[in-house]
């Protein structure tokens, strides 16, 4: 088992019995379940890991802290709530507390912990046909985020406040790098943190509230690369112009720092009983540099320079800033019990201006017939840059409380602005890279819901019309309709069912695009007895999008087609029989179409409680997963587990 | 620096000021008292939540339920004491929750639709062991009861995983409404939910891709899950990339790549595979570093 997943299970199990003394105040209550997990995997184990990633060892299912003393005038805390899960062998684990006194402070920290890992057999693999897997973009990495705020006073007329964020990611992965007309795999060791400090105001008064926050967010990042052992033939096995294309040695370190000071303001408040304002305004000002090395040696071909070259020592450094700002405000009006009318007005502007300058010293060059060898130094500036301004209006009329209906009207108007600069150094074929464009979205929308007994009925249907289009996927019309039936029938009987079709399209000469999805599900619930509960549910997803698009070899016109069928079939089982409980899971999710592939899911749990306050429960889930066409993406797995609950 | 080194500074003496401030606090009797004669469990339950660190001047039993003395002294005629629910109920806590009622009374569907505070939440505690917030359930599983079709899209292999100790629904979406489309949530710098996670994909770089620029990442993902590898919205890379880079009749954003990508050789309809900084590069103008 994984070692950062052990050590991070043992720390929240540590915290558990720390915070036991807890359990001896009045109004403490705890709830931990944690056991141990084993985990069996027959087929591709790398597709199992990128799904689902649980792993053999030790796992916090749970634990619930939750002290309340609402009469202590000494403690430093009357309200505490620790919650933790995951760690060990699950992929991913939090760990969350609240804590505060009244009205005089409130802390709250979180951390998470998620495992990311992808290594997929297909994906980014050009050598898949020679059987070669995984792909050339694999990872295993690490994120961490940890948040921290401190209030003094909250719900005061002024409240200060202060808070802290981490988020990290590390740890290696594979990827590739084109040079000299093959592309080589790379090891990376990747390092990114980024960190914010903030602090502010939040404040009420009897009509107004709102908050004033100034944060400063700052991001280190490092990428150090190699060539990954044997990796040296590249992709390509054949010669260019006769000679083999290699790589030897290369070593890349790039390192990026940015800051970022961010300015938040929000208010929220009333004129009047019946008229409300929201409004908020942020600002932030990225700034950030980046400096980038790298050396490499071997056998390569450069068609740009005409030559072959045997090395490349090449330097950059590149600047970017990126200011931007979001405005908002929201009158809502109340005018009458039933009738409410919010009007809202949005602004956003953003900016990039970013700057490269690339150094390349090609060696030992020789031009394609062999002859002239020399150093050819070549020197790069590029400037890169676009403003992108968005406004939207909008409306929208409620009417509710009349009979047992509720109706509502909105309506909206979107633009949008963007103006790019022409990016030199990015041009191979021009056009289609920098321009101004200009694009208007009319939105218009309407729904109504019903509430009669125990049924709940709403359909709601929105209709969006666009002037142009900035890509080639956007669309000129689109609509999107849904509806929902939520009816319970006494207490046994609970029947969801929801559909939703959106329909995108562009008929524009040259574009023609046009998409499709239609989803519907259904849930039933029966409940015969309060102990028992039977569930089963379908699922239907169908997408369909086709789009002309021009083949690059020869820049023919083809159909790009992609289709998507998937139904789930879904059944569930609980029933407590004190002392035992039992949960049974089954669903299948079936994809037809452009990748058919086929995900059954079995899950099984039972539990016995030994005293009120001690239990245990064993559990047992099965995955198997099959593709339609790559049979070695194909995985079965089952997990067992043991677990002990305790409960006071 | 210097507003740094302040604010490090002011984090440092607020936990100063905590023994000054203690004697401000004031304890107020607990009207449940008379409700747990009869009401026992529920009562010991509601003095687990915070509600209950509330009840110093705070509410009780009354507040919401009002005056109960008639329904005791007629034996717990159930006529006789309030029971808020639907939109009562949501006005009810509203009038303390103010800065949810900005929140909650726009753009939200569940408001418009009268969904109130009371189907979530659980005001007496939860009878489902302890949930965060006062919920009934976990929240992955209170947003299924309703949302069926969007908690099967975690179905799907590829895309978010709402297991133990994952994601849930309520990390992206804001419940109570927001300033963003589909209640989702907007940080501090009034961007979306996925930078908050994935923050190195934040970018912005000197060379951006699509981010920013002419969409978001649902531009090219499907966030909660997706049938096809990297939660993309194509199974095949060439068929993302293309769609958008075939600049058949001009005027659209989207460069023509050069005819040596050729489709037939597997190299080139693995675009990712050269393209790798895909989502934004500090190094390459092609997104090859």
């Known amino acids: 088992m994984n070692t950062r997943r052990v050590s991070l299970a043992a720390v929240a199990l540590a915290l558990a019995v720390l915070v036991s003394p807890f359990a001896e105040a009045q109004s403490t209550s705890i709830d931990l379940e944690a056991g141990y997990q084993w985990v069996s995997v027959t087929g591709n184990e790398d597709m199992y890991r990128t799904q689902i990633d649980q792993e053999t060892g030790l796992v916090l299912r749970g634990f619930s802290l939750n002290f309340v003393d609402p009469t202590s005038g000494t403690s430093i805390a009357d309200n505490i709530r620790i919650d933790a899960a995951g760690f060990g062998g699950n992929p991913d684990g939090s760990f969350r507390l609240f804590m505060g006194r009244g009205r005089e402070y409130r802390f709250r920290l979180s951390y998470s912990q998620y495992v990311n890992f992808s290594a997929l057999p297909a994906f980014a693999n050009p050598l898949l046909d020679e059987g070669v897997t995984p792909g050339q973009h694999v990872w295993d990495r690490d994120r961490h985020v940890l948040e921290a705020e401190f209030q003094l006073y909250p719900d005061s007329v002024v409240t200060p406040v202060v808070g802290y964020r981490w988020n990290q990611i590390k740890g290696p992965r594979q990827t590739t790098y084109f040079v000299g007309q093959d592309e080589f795999r790379l090891d990376s060791e990747l390092r990114e943190n980024e960190q914010e400090i903030y602090g502010g105001i939040f404040f009420a008064t009897s009509r107004w509230s709102g908050t004033l926050l100034q944060g400063w967010r700052t991001f280190d990042g490092r990428d150090d690369l190699e060539i990954a052992p044997g990796a040296g033939a590249g992709n390509n096995l054949e010669t260019v112009l006769g000679t083999d294309v290699s790589l030897d040695d290369l070593t890349r370190s790039v390192h990026t720092e940015a800051e970022t000071p961010v300015t938040t303001a929000t208010v929220r408040g009333r004129f009047s009983e019946a008229i409300r304002l929201t409004a908020s305004y942020v600002r932030a000002d990225y700034d950030g540099e980046t400096g980038a090395s790298e050396l490499l040696s071997g056998s390569l071909v450069s068609f740009r320079l005409g030559r072959f070259f045997s090395g490349l020592d090449q330097s950059i450094s590149s600047r970017t800033e990126s200011p931007s700002w979001r405005g908002e405000a929201r009158l809502e009006f109340d005018l009458s019990p039933e009738v409410r009318l919010d009007l809202g007005y949005e602004a956003r502007d953003r900016e990039l201006e970013g700057w490269a300058l690339i150094s390349s010293l090609y060696l030992d060059t020789l031009n394609f017939s062999g002859a002239d060898p020399q150093d050819i130094s070549q020197l790069v500036e590029t400037h890169n840059g676009y403003e992108r301004e968005d406004e939207v209006a909008s409306a929208r009329l409620n009417l509710r409380g009349i009979g047992p209906f509720i109706f509502w009207l909105e309506g909206a108007m979107r633009s949008s602005d963007l103006d790019l600069s022409e990016d030199v150094a990015e041009i191979v074929i021009p056009s289609g890279q920098q321009g101004e464009f200009n694009r208007d979205v009319d939105v218009y929308g309407a729904g109504a819901a019903i509430l009669i007994g125990g049924a709940r009925v709403s359909v709601d249907l929105v209709s969006e019309s666009a002037d142009d289009i900035v890509v080639r996927t956007d669309f000129e019309e689109r609509t999107r309709m849904r509806g929902r039936l939520d009816w319970a029938f006494t207490k046994w009987l609970r029947l969801l069912a929801t559909g939703e079709r959106i329909s995108s399209s562009n008929g524009d000469l040259g574009v023609g695009y046009d998409a499709d999805t239609d989803h519907v599900a259904f849930d039933l619930e029966l409940t015969p007895v309060e102990t028992m509960t039977l569930r089963v549910a379908y699922d239907d997803y169908d997408t369909d999008t086709s789009v002309p698009i021009r083949v690059p070899q020869d820049f023919s016109i083809a159909t790009s087609e992609h289709h998507e069928n998937g139904q789930l079939m879904e059944a569930g089982f609980r029933w407590q029989f004190e002392p035992f409980d039992i949960d049974l899971g089954y669903s299948d999710f079936e994809n037809t179409g452009s990748f058919g592939f086929d995900l059954t899911r079995n899950f099984a749990r039972f539990g016995i409680d030994f005293t009120k306050a001690v239990g245990a429960a064993l559990e047992w889930e099965y995955n198997k997963y099959t593709e339609d066409v790559l049979q070695l993406a194909n995985f079965t797995a089952n997990r067992f587990g043991v677990f002990l609950r305790w409960h006071r | ?289």
């Open chain 2, 1 to 289: 620096m210097r507003h740094l080194i302040r604010t490090l500074a002011i984090v440092a003496l607020l936990p100063l000021c905590l023994p000054a401030v203690a004697a401000i606090a004031q304890d107020s009797a607990d009207a449940s008292e008379d409700c747990a004669a009869c009401h026992e469990e529920v009562v010991a339950a509601f003095k687990t939540t915070i509600h209950a660190v509330a009840a110093r001047g705070g509410p009780s039993c009354v507040t919401c339920h009002t005056d109960g003395y008639r329904h005791m002294e007629e034996g717990g005629d159930v006529s006789l004491i309030a029971v808020p629910k639907g939109v009562d109920a949501e006005q009810l806590c509203l009038q303390c929750h103010k800065a949810i009622r900005t929140m909650f009374s726009v753009r939200s569907v569940h408001s418009d639709t009268a969904v109130s505070c009371v189907d979530c939440h659980s005001i007496h505690g939860s009878t489902l062991g302890l949930q965060e917030k006062m919920l009934a359930k976990p929240t992955a599983e209170l947003c299924a009861t309703c949302h069926p079709a969007a908690a099967n899209s975690f179905r799907r292999p590829f895309g978010h995983e709402m297991e133990i100790a994952g994601l849930d629904c309520a990390s992206c979406h804001n419940p109570h409404a927001g300033a963003g489309i589909d209640s989702l949530k907007v940080d501090r710098s009034g961007e979306g939910p996925c930078v908050s996670c994935h923050a190195e994909k934040r970018g912005p770089f000197v060379f951006p891709h699509v981010s920013n620029v002419v969409g978001d990442c649902m531009k090219c993902h499907q966030p909660h899950g997706s049938s096809n590898p990297n939660a993309l919205i194509r199974s095949q890379v060439y068929q993302l990339c293309l769609e958008c880079h075939s600049p058949i009749e001009g005027g659209t954003l989207g460069s023509q790549p050069p005819s040596f990508h050729d489709l037939y050789s597997p190299r080139y309809r693995n675009c990712t595979t050269c393209h790798v900084a895909i989502h934004g590069s500090n190094l390459s103008p092609q997104l090859l570093k």
